[in-house]
């Protein structure tokens, strides 16, 4: 990896020379991508490395991309296509369930923790039977928090195509979920 784009803890202080339009774009988009990547990866530092190894391909070829038609949705691509780089070169897959144990960590509360934290995990794996699109969509809004305006912004969709894939990500879930529980 080049060391073209500076690390998180650098950025504030050295971005001055990058272009307006890029950095605007890298403060969008940065934690919503890192939220993503910790998904996949399971580790915040991991995450980072992954996140901004993307902004540095992003920056070498800014000039194209801001000629495509939605730069939003090349720059995720590209973003997860270096989350997956770094988890391959780690030898490690999808962190997803491992978060959902952690997550669930909370469930201690629960009236039954254990039937909670059985439902939970059968959500997680539920989740990584989604087709792409949708465990995005689901990830950034029920998992992260995001708005629907932000997941748009951030996976260069729409609104409407947000709660549209949002929707059917539901209905897929409840018949996964409705499968298991048979």
Not at 15 to 39: C, E, N, S
Not at 159 to 166: D, F, I, L, M, Q
């Amino acid at each position: 990896m080049t060391n073209d784009f500076p690390r998180s803890r650098e950025i504030t202080s050295m971005t001055a020379g990058l272009p307006a339009d890029f950095r605007a774009f890298h403060q969008l988009h940065r934690k919503a991508y890192i939220d993503r990547a910790m998904v996949y990866l399971g580790n915040h530092a991991d995450a980072e490395e992954a996140v901004d190894a993307a902004f540095e391909q992003l920056l070498r070829c800014w000039p194209k991309v801001l000629t495509m038609e939605n730069p939003a949705a090349y720059a995720w691509k590209v973003m997860k296509n270096r989350v997956i780089d770094l988890a391959r070169a780690r030898n490690r897959g999808p962190a997803l369930l491992d978060n959902a144990t952690f997550e669930t960590a909370i469930l201690k509360n629960a009236v039954d923790p254990i039937a909670a934290l059985e439902e939970s995990l059968n959500l997680y794996q539920a989740i990584k039977k989604l087709p792409e699109r949708q465990q995005d969509v689901v990830i950034l809004l029920h998992c992260r928090g995001y708005s629907v305006a932000e997941t748009a912004t951030h996976l260069g969709i729409t609104e409407a195509g947000v709660r549209s894939t949002a929707r059917y990500a539901r209905r897929r879930l409840q018949q996964l979920l409705a499968k298991d529980n048979r």
